[in-house]
T-cell receptor, first 113, second 113 residues
Framework: GENVEQHPSTLSVQEGDSAVIKCTYS??????FPWYKQELGKRPQLIID???NVGEKKDQRIAVTLNKTAKHFSLHITETQPEDSAVYFC????????????WGAGTKLIIKP | KAGVTQTPRYLIKTRGQQVTLSCSPI?????VSWYQQTPGQGLQFLFE???????NKGNFPGRFSGRQFSNSRSEMNVSTLELGDSALYLC????????????FGQGTRLTVV
């Protein structure tokens, strides 16, 4: 069946280092890939998204890369800061419906001071 | 403009009871999706409504139902509550539901005892 696999489930990095979270999707027709951040006790919020007509998108310290051949996309956070500590979710559209997203299980990112 | 509002924020119910949760989307947003979030389980899709029609439904039992009103406000109902229904229920609104940013409410924390 369709699914989005997200790895790792937990990631601990030193403040100032980079963090990379990877998601793999199953449907080659998927064309929209958002990333959401959920801080402890708060609602998920979109931080960046990418469409299948581009291979990379950047927004300050955050970037997302897309490899359509391998069917995976990754979130890169550089120069990590304490406020980056959160759970990050990736998502991709369901095969037969662009209105429903299939979500990864989430990655808990811990920034060590 | 006002964000997505969910009421109530917290609920405690007894097994076998039923519950209704409410979601008021951002003004102008016509798509409302509902999710169940439990620790370690990520975001599990319940259903999505657009212009009072259910467009998508997740893999939840028939005890979970929803509806959307002409003003785009949405409700979800859970009948015959079970202990396993204890979770954070999040709704998200977007302009069209397709490849557009989803704005989440703060959620309703449901505890079934």
């Amino acid at each position: 069946g369709e699914n989005v696999e997200q790895h790792p489930s937990t990631l601990s990095v030193q403040e100032g280092d980079s963090a990379v979270i990877k998601c793999t999707y199953s449907d080659s027709a998927s064309n929209y890939f958002p990333w959401y951040k959920q801080e402890l006790g708060k609602r998920p919020q979109l931080i960046i998204d990418i469409r299948s007509n581009v291979g990379e998108k950047k927004d300050q310290r955050i970037a997302v890369t897309l490899n359509k051949t391998a069917k995976h996309f990754s979130l890169h956070i550089t120069e990590t800061q304490p406020e980056d500590s959160a759970v990050y979710f990736c998502a991709a559209p369901r095969r037969d419906s662009n209105y429903q997203l299939i979500w990864g299980a989430g990655t808990k990112l811990i920034i060590k001071p | 403009k006002a964000g997505v509002t969910q009421t109530p924020r917290y609920l405690i119910k007894t097994r076998g009871q039923q519950v209704t949760l409410s979601c008021s989307p951002i003004s102008g947003h016509r798509s409302v999706s509902w999710y169940q979030q439990t620790p370690g389980q990520g975001l599990q899709f319940l259903f999505e409504y657009f212009s009072e029609t259910q467009r998508n439904k997740g893999n939840f039992p028939g005890r979970f139902s929803g509806r959307q009103f002409s003003n785009s406000r949405s409700e979800m109902n859970v009948s015959t509550l079970e202990l396993g229904d204890s979770a954070l229920y999040l709704c998200a609104s977007s302009l069209s539901g397709q490849h557009t940013e989803a704005f989440f409410g703060q959620g309703t924390r449901l505890t079934v005892v």
